[in-house]
């Protein structure tokens, strides 16, 4: 994209506003799956999980709903039922159908959205530990926390893998410096913006900016618990994130290794022998 490189998250987020959403073709693939033979007897609840995996999904289902709903109602969104609810199962449908698709080539947005329903996962599994949380608005946030950084990698995939070289060379020591320097703003701020711009769930902002609240506190563990998982259960920060989950809902260590996605038998043994023994959770 020519002219874009002196825009800031301001432009970018201008300029999203008026893109149409693709969704990963996976998704496409997997609403044909389900509905194989079975449509007439499908379940809002059964579509939830494919929003789970998408969050381009998501993203493009929150913002039909805005332009269906009054904004107040619109602000109300915040569980992928909801999303699901608000449409209608057709809807649902139509938009999948019709949505384009991000290339599969795109390595950078594969991985990136990899660890956005790797967090929603994680949220889904440990919230459901307190029955006071709803781990779906959990999940939610969880996968739209970094929404700034995936659109970056759905339309312009050139400008985040900047950030990422940056990353790479030292010259920059964390994510936020990187983007800074090799962008002219945090990516963080363009997620900002889209929370606003699109009417997405709160929380995600009360996220970002480091509330303190049980809720918030549990969806920013369940990502940075999703970006620790993926450099491997020897990361050295994963034992503090199991600590920090088993205060947060009561569960032992074993029960919230036990319950996490993605990992085998010998992978949470590992980590759990990490964590160590003498971590039973406040109560």
């Known amino acids: 994209m020519p002219g874009h490189a002196w825009w800031g998250s301001g432009q970018w987020a201008a300029y999203l506003e008026y893109q149409e959403q693709p969704i990963k073709a996976s998704s496409k693939t997997a609403l044909a799956d389900l509905e194989s033979g079975a449509e007439d007897s499908l379940s809002a609840h059964v579509y939830t999980g494919l929003l789970l995996e998408d969050p381009l999904l998501a993203l493009r289902l929150i913002k039909e709903a ?21 449409l209608g199962t057709e809807q649902f449908r139509e938009q999948v159908r019709g949505a384009p698709e991000v290339g599969g ?17 994680i949220c889904m599994a440990w919230g459901g530990l307190r029955h006071d949380l709803d781990p779906g608005e959990l999940a939610m946030a969880a ?10 990698w759905a339309f312009v995939p050139e400008l985040p893998q ?19 320097q090799a962008c002219g703003f945090a990516f963080m701020d363009l997620s900002l913006l889209l929370i606003e711009n699109w009417s997405l769930p709160q929380l995600i902002r009360q996220l970002i900016r480091g509330d303190e609240g049980t ?11 999703a970006r620790h998982l993926g450099n491997g259960v020897e990361d050295a920060a994963l034992p503090d994130d199991i600590r920090e989950a088993a205060k947060l809902t009561g569960a032992t260590p074993e029960v919230l290794v036990g319950v996490l996605p993605g990992l085998d038998a010998e992978a949470k043994a590992r980590l759990l022998h990490a964590v160590g023994p003498g971590h039973a959770p406040d109560v």
């Open 105 to 121: 080539d795109n390595h950078g947005f594969l991985a990136c959205e990899a660890r956005a329903t790797l967090a929603a996962r």
């Open 215 to 225: 809720r918030a506190r549990m969806a920013r563990l369940g990502v940075n618990t």
């Open 66 to 86: 805005n332009r269906r709903l009054p904004r107040r109602l619109a602000r109300d969104i915040t569980t992928p039922l909801g999303v699901v609810l608000a």
């Open 143 to 152: 996968l739209l926390a970094n929404a700034g950084e995936i659109e970056l």
């Open 162 to 180: 900047k950030a990422l070289d940056e990353l790479h060379s030292s010259r920059a020591q964390r994510s936020e410096q990187a983007q800074r």
